[in-house]
């Protein structure tokens, strides 16, 4: 059988070794052939360290170009990548790094100390620095025979975001990987032209696995920030052609009065992901630039689900129709398909789908429908072309009174007043109906909060028992590190709220 590594899969499509992969904030220039040599070089170290094919390798670290060579150098050694936050503390690491039972911790200056700690604490053979890595490993061969891998062979293990619980280890194959890049490639026609502004983190799917993954599957540029910096972004984005956020990207790139539809008039794609984009800032963004955001959904555990055409409707609110290769059905309690139009579980099914939960069998089962599906505990609904609408975590379902409440219908009306700037519904303990809708909102700069005009508004909109019972004002929402909404902070902040 075919070698599946998805290293392989990459280096088919990279160009002359002198072409130009990468290009820093600094202006330093990394080429396709330092790309194959330096992951070749670490791939020889970290065997020589005594690492075999399916160990764990965590990494906390900054976002660097080192990131990127590691990563590579994990696949084409058979090593099982386990990237980490660098935000993440002590008490934090302990977790992952209990439960991923890694074979070798690498961190940057700031992590290693912390990184050392817990390797005593859980007896992991080795801890190594980057600078040691980078030091050690360029006396190595500059070439290296890629591991024989199958397509479910282990190639990355991430760990949701734990809004809820503790976090779950996501086990991500050679195959589920570069079938969604091979997808995502043909569906945004990335070519050997394209040029992506990487400003996203590299711990994360969106950054490693889309941003990275379309960049080496169509042997194209990156355009590599270190962190996203609005002001930043707007200069760069005449050197670019894609340009790949989260929702809060395209708010702050709003607030630049240098955006025009000049400064991006060599990009033919802006894409937002990892969190929903309201659709008035679609159609602020697009008023601003003439530009309108490619919008689509995915997850950790099945990394692009749907899509907005490159070529076709993209429309404001949806994620678009499933990627190529995915299938999606919207179904009832029972995993009984749904009617178009109708309200249920989104389910997914395709290669790019994960082979499991790390060391949690049963509830790799319970996730999963007797027939394939993965649940992706989402709610939703497709339209008659197919188009997918996302209503909310299904955790996040209000109900009130034994009526169903979804907090993004209600979201919507109160970000269209001139006076919010954003808001999260919640769904807090009632003793009558169960549960009464709240809502948390963040106010424009300068505005004045008038609870009495916000009610009369929203009660012309929304039927009674959709309306908010609760109105709490915050300085912000808070947010994990891709920008998501922490309804259950929210929660228990007002769970612990006097009175």
Not at 157 to 184: D, F, Q, V
Not at 210 to 220: D, E, R
Not at 489 to 497: F, I, Q, S, T, W
Request: proline share 5%.
């Amino acid at each position: 059988m075919k070698n599946a590594n998805l290293y392989d899969r990459y280096a088919a499509h990279f160009p002359a070794a002198a072409v130009e992969f990468l290009r820093d904030e600094a202006g330093t220039v990394v080429s396709y052939g330092e790309l194959a040599r330096r992951s070749a070089q670490i791939a020889g170290y970290l065997i020589a360290c005594g690492v075999s094919a399916g160990d764990r390798i965590t990494v906390q670290a900054e976002k660097c170009p080192t990131f990127i060579w590691l990563y590579l150098a994990c696949l084409r050694a058979g090593l099982v990548f386990h990237p980490l936050n660098p935000a993440y503390t002590e008490a934090e690491l302990d977790y992952f790094i209990g439960d991923a039972v890694p074979s070798m911790l690498i961190g940057d200056a700031a992590a290693v100390v912390t990184l050392g700690v817990l390797a005593s604490r859980y007896a992991v053979p080795r801890v190594l620095s980057l600078a040691t890595l980078n030091e050690e490993s360029a006396q190595y061969p500059a070439d290296f025979v890629s591991h024989d891998v199958s397509p479910d062979t282990l190639a990355a293990l991430l760990y949701s975001s734990g809004t809820t619980g503790k976090p779950k280890g996501i086990m991500l194959s050679h195959g589920n990987l570069a079938t969604n890049a091979a997808a995502l490639t043909r569906a945004w026609g990335f070519t050997t032209s394209d040029v992506l502004l990487h400003m996203l983190p590299l711990f994360h799917v969106h950054g490693l696995f889309i941003a990275l993954g379309c960049t080496l599957m169509s042997g194209s540029r990156l355009l590599f920030c270190a962190r996203f910096d609005a002001g930043l972004a707007v200069r760069r984005l005449s050197e670019a052609t894609v340009m790949m956020g989260v929702p809060t990207y395209y708010t702050r790139l709003l607030a630049q009065p240098t955006l025009t539809p000049e400064s991006c008039d060599t990009i033919r794609l802006f894409t937002s992901g990892s969190a929903p984009l309201l659709s008035e800032t679609w159609l602020a963004f697009k008023n601003a630039t003439g530009h309108a955001v490619l919008e689509r959904y995915g997850m950790t555990e099945t990394s692009i689900i749907a899509t907005n055409p490159l070529d076709g409707v993209r429309r404001p609110g949806a994620v678009g129709p499933a990627l190529a290769g995915v299938e999606i059905r919207i179904a009832d309690a029972t995993d009984q398909s749904l009617a178009v139009g109708n309200v249920g579980q989104v389910q997914v099914r395709g290669k790019s789908v994960f082979q499991g939960y790390w060391r949690k069998p049963d509830k790799t089962r319970e996730d999963f429908t007797a027939d394939g599906y993965f649940r992706t505990g989402d709610d939703g609904m497709q339209d008659a072309d197919g188009y997918l609408w996302l209503l909310g975590r299904a955790k996040d379902l209000i109900i009130t009174g034994g009526l169903n409440v979804y907090p993004s219908e209600i979201e919507q009306v109160l970000d269209g007043l001139p006076m919010v700037q954003e808001s999260a519904v919640i769904g807090l303990p009632h003793p009558d109906f169960g549960e009464q809708v709240a809502a948390v909102i963040v106010l424009r700069p300068e505005a004045d909060w008038d609870e009495e005009a916000v009610r009369a508004t929203v009660r012309h909109s929304l039927a009674a028992f959709k309306c908010p019972k609760q109105y709490r004002i915050a300085a912000e929402l808070p947010r994990n590190a891709m920008g998501k909404v922490q309804k259950n902070l929210l929660r228990a902040e007002a769970a612990n709220a006097p009175g």
